[in-house]
């Protein structure tokens, strides 16, 4: 009916006169003058009135700003975490996302009356089940709720009345992907998370990581009806179809077998081989540590090695380092294994599709090792350009075999670049294009053993822990990475320091907020229940390394954040915040102290923090303990990079002394600035 009378209407005003359609023109309140001479105008003839300008769009309403406002109606300026307005007015600023749903069940029944339900055997309940295509299946899996996987569910739909089970996704379960996040600029500069913080709470109360395992959390009182946190992506799956090279658990036999075939393949002398066996029974286990017993990581590279030298001599390159470390000598065998490495690879990538071998990646894997535990200011280092060319290899053999046959050595190099992004030696070229592309390997592929579907093996023990843990460390990771890129961004930006006063106070608040937003994303994934009951439970040891792991880490980004963003950031920090300082420095401390002296597993992974902390403390007996802490971990050093960073640490407090003999306070001491000074190349904390 409504389209018959717009049609009328249209009709109508086409039979009338030109008069009628100037009045038409008249905007919608308009002055009573120009009404007047319009409708003179009309009843006299003349066509020629003057034109009426055309009617002004109002630009759309703002909806991203807080809630006061908009409730208040009110135009917000937006900035966070507290807008003009709320601050001015005293109100609580609110951005806490909300959605509203509406149930249309009655409207559609309204005016759907003449379908019917009745006798579906998926909409009806006591209709009787539809006759299986499949013949009979017997249903022995668990209740639907309590199902972990999608072939698993797909299994208990098989064998059910269809309609039975209901798997829901929201907005939330796509926010991870690319096309559903922020743009380039805002995951740049961290603004925008790629997983939300709903999904990250949702994802860390279930049981179970991501994609090989789709967590779910079941309805209470519909325990067949689940919501799905996390949409799974088979085209941005690390791999399903690849398979590991050889078996999860490999017997003592075949690792005795791979060896000699890599020892005879390696014809040289007998220094090497010493180096050769100290790498593999030593460094790799440092690198990889065994779990149950097990040493079969070992032969990923010595199948490779069989058919790609180059490897091999990496391999003899690295545990010559290691050896030198430990004895206290100058690594000049481990450079000349090093710089015989380099043909062989050179030789051996051909083509770009080289560049897809397993041996391509495991060498350069090594070589990058190499490289940052030998890195020095004073001399040249070419650890860049394996960072370079691993991440061309990774996208190589994505392109080629749909995803990745060792996620878990793309997962250590995106760690090794985040350190060096941290400390202010490397931009984050691996470990950004990576999280700008959605291509960081997820937890559930981030350990070895791998399981026949390519992810990684959980034993029963860890079922009910490492599966959240490796979830929250890869959620703690993604926020330090956004955090290195936005602490690059504002180092590199010359324009910072030619701003007047008054800019430089509103360019500081707007970095402020944009720190802000991810310091909350830090502190929201430890309110979670789930993770707040890790803390009360006795873990099995590889999660319990983990949750060491994303614990201090997390301490440590609160401290980078609130310190180490750009030069002379402390002094603009509130004193608000040194509570928190305080706190997260006293944290690291105390974690180091019950895992280090109890060698409860290599604890290189706290280096970071407790310079950190060290860095970051007011108290003096901190500061030393911090040195003292890190001394004791050099001793599981492979290269240098710890020692580095322990001196690199001392020197930064002869600086604070210096500061505060002359000010009074150390709070403009820029320890990456001091570190560039003195040529102190801390590319990694703990290698």
């Known amino acids: 009916m409504s389209i018959t009378l717009c049609i009328t209407v249209m009709q109508d005003d086409g039979k009338r006169g030109d008069s009628s359609r100037k009045q038409l023109r008249l905007p919608a309140i308009a002055p009573k003058d120009d009404q007047a001479s319009s409708t003179s105008s009309s009843r006299s003839g003349r066509i020629n009135a003057p034109a009426v300008p055309p009617r002004t769009r109002l630009p759309p309403r703002s909806r991203t700003g807080c809630w006061t406002c908009r409730t208040r109606k009110v135009k917000c300026d937006e900035a966070r975490p507290i807008c003009a307005q709320c601050g001015r007015l005293g109100h609580t600023c609110d951005y806490n996302p909300r959605l509203s ?17 009745c006798g579906s055997s998926v909409w009806d309940r006591f209709a009787s089940p539809a006759p299986s295509s499949t013949g009979s299946v017997v249903d022995d899996l668990p209740p639907f709720g309590s199902l972990l996987t999608d072939e698993d569910r797909e299994k208990k739909a098989e064998a059910s009345i269809p309609g039975t089970f209901n798997v829901i996704v929201n907005p939330e379960s796509f926010q991870h992907l690319p096309e559903y996040s922020a743009d380039d600029a805002e995951l740049t500069r961290g603004g925008i998370s790629s997983l939300r913080r709903g999904s990250i709470a949702a994802s860390l109360t279930s049981s179970i990581g991501r994609d090989s395992m789709i967590e779910a959390i079941p309805i209470p009182d519909d325990p067949n009806t689940v919501i799905l946190p996390r949409f799974e992506d088979l085209s941005r799956r690390p791999t399903r179809e690849l398979k590991s090279p050889t078996s999860p658990i490999a017997s003592t036999r075949t690792v005795a077998i791979k060896r000699e075939e890599s020892d005879a393949a390696l014809s040289t002398r007998g220094p090497e081989i010493t180096s050769l066996r100290y790498f593999r029974d030593v460094v790799w286990r440092q690198l990889v540590p065994p779990e149950h017993g097990q040493d079969s990581s070992i032969i990923l590279l010595d199948e490779a090695a069989a058919q790609f030298p180059a490897l091999i001599r990496a391999m003899v390159a690295v545990g010559s380092l290691a050896m030198s470390q430990q004895d206290g000598g100058e690594p000049l065998d481990s450079l000349q294994q090093y710089s015989e490495t380099l043909p062989e690879l050179k030789s051996a990538l051909k083509s ?18 190499y490289e940052i535990a030998t890195a020095d200011v004073e001399h040249p280092n070419i650890w860049p350009h394996h960072i370079s060319t691993l991440l061309k290899i990774t996208l190589q053999r994505r392109r080629m075999f749909g995803g990745e046959r060792f996620p878990f050595i793309v997962w250590w190099v995106c760690n090794i670049d985040l350190d060096a992004l941290l400390s202010g030696m490397g931009g984050g070229e691996f470990v950004g294009h990576m999280l700008k592309n959605d291509l960081i390997p997820p937890p559930s592929f981030h350990l070895y053993p791998l399981g026949v579907d390519g992810s990684s093996v959980v034993y029963p023990e860890e079922r009910d822990s490492l599966p959240i843990v490796l979830t929250l460390d890869y959620e703690v990771m993604l926020h330090a990475v956004r955090l290195g890129l936005l602490a690059h961004e504002f180092r590199n930006d010359a324009s910072f320091g030619t701003i007047d006063m008054r800019q430089k106070v509103m360019a500081i608040k707007i970095r402020q907020s944009r720190v802000y937003d991810i310091q909350e994303g830090l502190r929201h994934l430890w309110s979670v229940p789930a993770v707040q009951n890790l803390a009360k439970t006795q873990l099995p040891s590889r999660a319990q390394r983990l949750y060491h792991h994303a614990w ?8 980078y954040s609130h310190t180490s963003m750009w030069s002379g950031q402390r002094l603009d920090t509130s004193p608000d915040f040194d509570v928190e300082i305080a706190v997260a420095s006293q944290q690291i401390l105390q974690a180091a102290q019950t895992i280090i002296p109890n060698d409860l597993y290599s604890s290189r992974f706290l280096t970071f923090p407790l310079f950190m902390a060290g860095f970051a403390s007011m108290i003096g007996s901190q500061k030393t303990l911090a040195v003292d802490l890190i001394q004791q971990i050099e001793r599981d050093a492979i290269g240098r990079n710890t020692r580095a960073a322990r001196h690199a640490l001392e020197t930064i407090y002869e600086r604070q002394n210096q500061q505060f003999m002359h000010t009074g306070h150390s709070l403009d001491v820029d320890w990456v600035q001091v570190m560039l000074e003195r040529g102190l190349a801390v590319v990694n904390f703990g290698l």
């Open 552 to 559: 201090t880490l997390h301490r440590a980004c609160i401290i």
């Open 101 to 117: 749903f509406r149930d249309d069940t009655a409207r559609v029944v309204e005016r759907m009356q003449d379908v019917t339900v």
């Open 352 to 369: 770009e599709e080289d560049l897809a071998l397993d041996g391509a990646l495991l060498t350069h894997f090594l070589m990058l090792v």
